[in-house]
């Protein structure tokens, strides 16, 4: 799915991202300002709109196989495909959690959560285009991925910032700190199996999506931490476990 979407509409009106939509209006997407020292969200009447009539299903992965943005085809069970579901699933937990976030003291989250979700796109796009790719050097380009490392930096600055002020433990963590830092947890250990499935991929992607994504469960971790202080919702510690 993820890469019929891409084929059909990514990269033709905007750039670095577009958010994959089935309706009428396409869904936020990334754009990074001027001065390079912000990341924003397009609202939806900002974004090109594509037609209605695009069908979800093809029959074309009937027979258990499924197309590259290159046009290769493979069978689904393919190390791509399962980088790429990985990634997807990650994509649909932060959606989970940005709905925990609503109206909460820790909705200001929501922004920084739906550009990830954009740039999981354009890490998915990467995965999907493998660099050694014969002939498709164009479609190569169109799909690298953070070249100067603004993104990777970027979290490394939002990591930073939500850290000022969390309660310090000597202890280890606990998933924990009510419906969305919990959530984030959950995501940011799928973050983690998405990381581990591009290493197979390591010589056929960008360098700067694996730090990327190594870079974002860092992030993940932080930020279920402070959703759950701005929620006021203690976290647990682990605690060793005495026999009676």
């Known amino acids: 799915?993820?890469?019929?979407?891409?084929?059909?509409?990514?990269?033709?009106?905007?750039?670095?991202?577009?958010?994959?939509?089935?309706?009428?209006?396409s869904t936020s997407a990334l754009r990074r300002s001027d001065n390079r020292g912000k990341i924003t969200i397009k609202a939806p009447e900002e974004v090109k709109s594509y037609p209605a009539t695009i069908k979800v299903y093809t029959r074309t992965g009937d027979k258990g196989t499924s197309s590259l943005f290159t046009g290769e085809r493979r069978s689904k069970d393919d190390a791509v495909f399962e980088a790429l579901g990985n990634t997807d699933e990650l994509s649909s937990m932060l959606g989970l959690a940005i709905a925990y976030l609503q109206a909460t003291p820790a909705d200001t989250l929501i922004s920084r959560l739906e550009a990830i979700q954009c740039l999981l796109q354009d890490v998915g796009s990467n995965v999907a285009t493998p660099l050694n790719t014969e002939k498709q050097t164009s479609k190569v380009r169109r799909t690298r991925f953070d070249p100067d490392g603004y993104h990777c930096k970027q979290l490394e600055v939002w990591i930073d910032e939500l850290s000022e002020g969390l309660p310090v433990h000597r202890s280890f963590i606990l998933p924990s700190g009510g419906l969305a830092a919990s959530t984030l947890h959950v995501a940011r250990t799928v973050c983690r199996r998405a990381e581990?499935?591009?290493?197979?991929?390591?010589?056929?992607?960008?360098?700067?999506?694996?730090?990327?994504?190594?870079?974002?469960?860092?992030?993940?971790?932080?930020?279920?931490?402070?959703?759950?202080?701005?929620?006021?919702?203690s976290e647990r510690i682990y605690v060793r476990q005495q026999v009676e």
């Open 1 to 25: 799915m993820f890469v019929r979407s891409f084929a059909a509409r990514s990269r033709q009106t905007l750039t670095p991202a577009i958010c994959r939509s089935f309706g009428t209006k």
């Open 196 to 233: 581990r499935s591009l290493i197979p991929l390591k010589d056929d992607v960008d360098k700067e999506t694996l730090m990327f994504v190594n870079r974002l469960s860092d992030f993940l971790f932080v930020a279920a931490r402070w959703a759950a202080m701005k929620q006021n919702v």
